[in-house]
Each structure stands twice: as C-alpha cells, then as structure tokens.
C-alpha cells in the first residue's frame, strides 16, 4: 500500500516515520513533507492546504491511505474532498472538525452533552466581552473561538489582562479576522493538563496512553503559550481512575452527541483535560494528532500503525480493543525552538549535530521548522525540532533527551529544562482534602 501523509510538521515526520516500518507500507510520501520526511520517504511539493492538489496527487499515485496531520486540513474539508473522491483517508469531516475549529461550537457540545468544563461565556463583540469581563471575580481565560495555530488561547491572572486579551483578539485581530470574530470567555481552572487521544469509528473509541504537554515557553509554565514545547509519555497523571472517568464523562457523550447531531466523529478526538480537585474537566477537543504529544506515542506504540489507521477506516476497529501493544519505557520530546517563538522568529540558521544526535541508541530527531538550503539544513518555523528519546524510566528518558538537545546547535535556540519532571513530583490530588480551591469551576 502507498501511504499519504499530509503536512510538514513534527507530528508528521513522526507518523510518516512510524508508518514506513510496516511491512505493508509500500511507499510513503509527505505533502509538503521537510527534511526528516525526505529522508524516510518521497516529499511531494503540495501544500497541506492545497486540497484538489492532494485529491489528484492521491488518484495519479494509487494511494491507499491518506493520513491528515495539520487542523487547517481538516476545516478546510480535505477528508470530504478525499471521500468524494473514492478515496481512503484517515481524519474527521468538515463538519466534525468544528470541534477544533470552532471553541463556541465546542462548548455548544460539551453543555448539550453535559461533558464538564469551565463556566463560560461565548461573545460576539469586544463590548460585549468587556461587559461580561467586569462582572467576574475571578480569574479567567480568553480564547479566540477560531484556528490559531496553538496560541490563540490567553491565560489572564487579573480583569486588566482579560480585557487586554479581548483587544489583541478582537480589535487588533492578532491570531486573524476570522479566529477572531468570537471569543469564549472560561474561568480559569487550577490543576495539571493531562493530552487524551483516542482513535474513534464508528461506536469504537480507542484511547491511546496519557501524556503530558508543556504549552508555556518557559520553564515552569512561565511566558506565553506556544503549539508545545515538549511532552512525555506515560503521564502518571493519567490513573485508570481517571482515565476511566474520562471515558464515561467526555469520550462517549461526545461521540455520541456528534451523531445526534448528524456528523459521526471518524479519526483523532484528542481530549485536553484539565484535571482538577473535582476531577477531569475539558479545556478543549483537538481533531487530530497532538504536536508535540505524536512524537513520545509513536516512539512508544509497538502495534503496526498502518494496520490500527487501516482498521479505523474501515470500521473495523473494534479488532484492536485491548490489543495495542506499547513499549513499557515511557518517552520525552523537547522542542527546540526558534530564537523570537512564539512571536516573531528568526530563520535561516544553520543547523549542526543533527547526525551526532541521532546516533545515539533510543533517540529520533523529528523535524517541523526546517529546510534545506544548498547542502545545509536551516531553520524554517517556530518550533524546529522535536528531540524524542526512550528510556527505563523517566530519569532515564530525560537524560537521553537532553543528551541528545546538548549534542544539537543553531542561533538563538531556545528549549525548556524541566520537560518530564512533572511525572516524578506527587500527583497534585492525592485525596479529597485538597487545598486547591473547590469552587475552581463549574460543571455544566
């Protein structure tokens, strides 16, 4: 089988690496692909957004799956595009992608469901929002309702904040006219995110093992978010207890609330939890593959990728229900990062060591921002590479990891220090004396 991924992200390069080791993937070609993609598999020159241009690419080359890694894709229809078509392809409708598009379509969701989450508010206008802003007492988050590329999301401490967010959002349209037309108002929730990914078809959902992002570009969750500056995998925060209460609480209401609405959920649901002292509340659903959460996963997954996306296409996923095999050792991913991200970057810096790095045993390097330039690799994004690396244990992983970063140089790389040591401080609610604030937020 010909296999098709589209983007050229970390994620990409990481599902396109794990796909060439089965046996049944043919060939692998990456639309528009990088580096790393091009040295595992045929990087085609279309981009990700350029949906009759992957449509005939597919049909000309006989591809027998299609892979959708970027959320652009998504909304913008490429799996309706594909289907119409004829053609296999792994990743939610149009529609359905609305749960990632749109926020206010989310939580319209989430409350019909009664999935918990955050009390909000879903505002149309920046006086409006101002208004609802100066009656809260308490903390909040502002998030532009549409696409941002993982950084449309504010994180206010004060009333002062909120409105500023509300400006840079609405009036001065930072993240885009239309990502901006609405913003969902939240109160703001105190715990430890936890990434749930689960693969669903039909009445099938499958949740992959927990992880843990690291959205803040500094150490210990200072500075503004990013897309994600690391993960690891298995996040310990992740208790059958818990994930068990996600299962029942948010997976099944809200596949099931999606069919009621007449757009069945196929592909990704990637759920970001926010696990409080009340338990798991919903930030907000993803409808594809988490970048940087891929990376760790696909080190770790030992079932044959191809085969498990095959099946979910097919509805036959219910084969694979307590059957995926994973590596026991858990994974970290540290980002390295452009000089200026998340706002205005630097690009073109040589980049040395990759070779070096990716020598070392239980260690890949995946490439997002970057390009060849004559016989070099350079700087080309944001968010540059994706270091991933196994180990016995989490001590173990990091040190791999950071091993690995220490043997990589570019100008002005930046990357976080502390990406994994969640997972070796206790678990934020160990009992139901918690000090954390009960009235935190509201379930719906």
């Not at 289907?83 to 990743?91: D, N, S, V």
């Not at 609305?98 to 999935?115: P, T």
């Not at 296409?313 to 858990?330: A, H, Q, T, Y």
């Not at 020598?359 to 890949?364: E, G, H, R």
Request: aromatic letters at 6%; hydrophobic letters at 40%; proline letters at 6%.
């Amino acid at each position: 089988m010909k296999v098709l991924v589209i983007g050229k992200g970390g994620r990409e390069h990481a599902l396109a690496w794990k796909l060439s080791l089965s046996p049944r993937a043919k060939a692998v070609f990456c639309a528009p692909g990088n580096p790393g993609t091009a040295s595992i598999g045929t990087n085609v020159p279309i981009a990700s957004d350029d949906i009759k241009g992957l449509v005939e690419f597919a049909k000309a080359e006989n591809i027998g799956l299609t892979v959708v890694g970027p959320e652009d894709s998504l909304a913008l229809g490429v799996v309706d595009a594909f289907k119409k078509e004829g053609l296999r392809i792994f990743g939610p409708s149009k529609m359905a992608a609305r749960l990632e598009s749109s926020k206010a379509f989310a939580k319209a969701v989430m409350h019909d469901a009664n999935v918990p989450t955050a009390d909000f508010k879903i505002c149309d206008h920046p006086d409006q929002a101002k208004t609802w802003i100066a009656t809260r007492r308490y903390p909040l988050v502002v998030k532009a309702d549409g696409l941002a590329a993982g950084k449309g999301v504010i994180v206010c401490s004060t009333q002062e904040e909120a409105l500023k967010a509300v400006e840079r959002i609405m009036v001065k349209e930072e993240f885009g006219r239309a990502a901006g037309r609405q913003v969902v108002l939240e109160k703001r929730m105190a715990g430890q995110e936890l990434s749930l990914l689960s693969i669903v078809s039909g009445r099938t959902i499958i949740p992959l093992e927990p992880c843990q992002d690291h959205k803040a570009i500094f150490d210990n969750d200072l500075g503004p978010n990013t897309g994600g500056m690391g993960a690891y995998c298995p996040a310990p925060l992740g208790t059958k207890e818990i994930l068990d209460q996600i299962d029942t609480e948010v997976l099944v209401p809200t596949v099931h609330a999606m069919k009621r609405r007449r757009m069945p959920f196929h592909g990704i649901l990637y759920a970001g939890i926010m696990v409080t002292s009340q338990g798991p509340r919903v930030l907000e659903f993803n409808c594809r593959m988490g970048d940087p959460e891929t990376q760790p996963l696909m080190m770790r997954l030992k079932t044959d990728l191809l085969d498990l996306l095959d099946a979910a296409v097919d509805n036959r996923l219910d084969e694979f229900e307590g059957k995926i095999d994973w590596d026991p050792r858990p994974a970290v991913c540290v980002i390295l990062a452009a000089k200026g991200y998340p706002g205005t970057i630097e690009k073109n810096s040589p980049i040395t060591g990759l070779h070096e790095a990716s020598k070392l045993k239980d260690v890949q390097v995946f490439h997002a921002g970057t390009r060849f330039d004559s016989r070099n690799i350079v700087t080309d994004g944001g968010r540059v590479l994706g270091v991933t690396a196994l180990g016995d244990d989490m001590v173990a992983a990091r040190a791999k990891a950071y091993e690995a970063v220490n043997l990589i140089k570019f100008n002005g790389m930046q990357y976080r220090t502390d990406i994994g040591l969640k997972a070796l401080s206790p678990l934020p609610f160990p009992t139901k004396d918690s000090s954390i604030d009960e009235d935190v937020d509201l379930k719906m």
